[in-house]
């Protein structure tokens, strides 16, 4: 079983350290940073408070796409509300049992965005779900490390939880497919000259969120590729005249 804990273009390192702790509290320990301010550095050490196993063996990359790869299912911790946006919402304890029965089949993971400004758009277009943590409406401000703890925490509770979700026959297409899958859309959608006046600009991502919510697994992958590939074989020989 293995859930990815992945922060996205963190500003300090002492949250990295405080992240690192909150979960070696609750028993995890796959740790990955995309992009961080600084690390490795003393402040991260030191607010790890002894969680230096965690923080010896974070993985650092440069892109989303580097700490996703070979994950099935996405989830993103974020104060975002269902109302403004198109991703189905969870809370935590909604969230955890999804997540432990993707990871027994594979990878899962959890993003968690910048101190500042959170996740962008393009990071949740990698994502099936947001996750996110009930507070009161007067002072919702969790900092990076009590969201990592809370998750975490739920999680670990969860595994006592019997399983919500039978194994799937077929694991879940990991997001390097979904991304190959999603420049797909791409090719087909320029071949038959597709505009959307409602998805304008985003409309792939606004495609990358149904299939994302769609949780495709690899022979569902292949099957729209498929599709598309034939798609795109008829419009060429419709074009040459054959």
Not at 133 to 157: K, R
Not at 216 to 234: I, K, T, W
Request: charged fraction near 20%; hydrophobic fraction near 50%.
């Amino acid at each position: 079983m293995s859930i990815r804990f992945v922060l996205v273009a963190t500003h300090h390192p002492g949250n990295i350290g405080a992240a690192a702790r909150a979960m070696s509290t609750m028993g995890f320990g796959e740790l990955w940073l995309v992009a961080p301010e600084s690390f490795p550095h003393p402040e991260a050490t030191a607010f790890a408070a002894g969680a230096d196993a965690v923080l010896a063996n974070a993985r650092v990359v440069g892109t989303l796409a580097e700490a996703l790869a070979g994950c099935g299912l996405v989830h993103a911790s974020s104060a975002r509300g269902r109302t403004a946006y198109y991703w189905p919402t969870l809370t935590p304890r909604e969230a955890a049992p999804r997540l432990l029965a993707a990871a027994a089949e594979g990878n899962a993971a959890l993003l968690f965005g910048t101190e500042r400004t959170g996740l962008t758009n393009e990071d949740l277009a990698q994502c099936a779900a947001i996750v996110r943590i009930p507070s009161d409406p007067g002072y919702e401000a969790l900092n990076l490390a009590q969201a990592v703890q809370v998750l975490a925490y739920e999680l670990y509770c969860a595994r006592e939880l019997p399983a919500v979700e039978p194994r799937r026959l077929v694991p879940l297409a990991p997001t390097e497919e979904l991304e190959r899958l999603k420049a797909h859309v791409a090719e087909v959608l320029t071949a038959v000259d597709f505009t959307d006046r409602v998805g304008g600009p985003n409309l792939l991502n606004r495609l990358a969120r149904i299939f994302g919510r769609a949780e495709l697994d690899q022979h569902e992958v292949n099957l729209l590729r498929g599709l598309f590939a034939a798609v795109l074989a008829r419009r060429r020989r419709a074009g040459s005249g054959a």
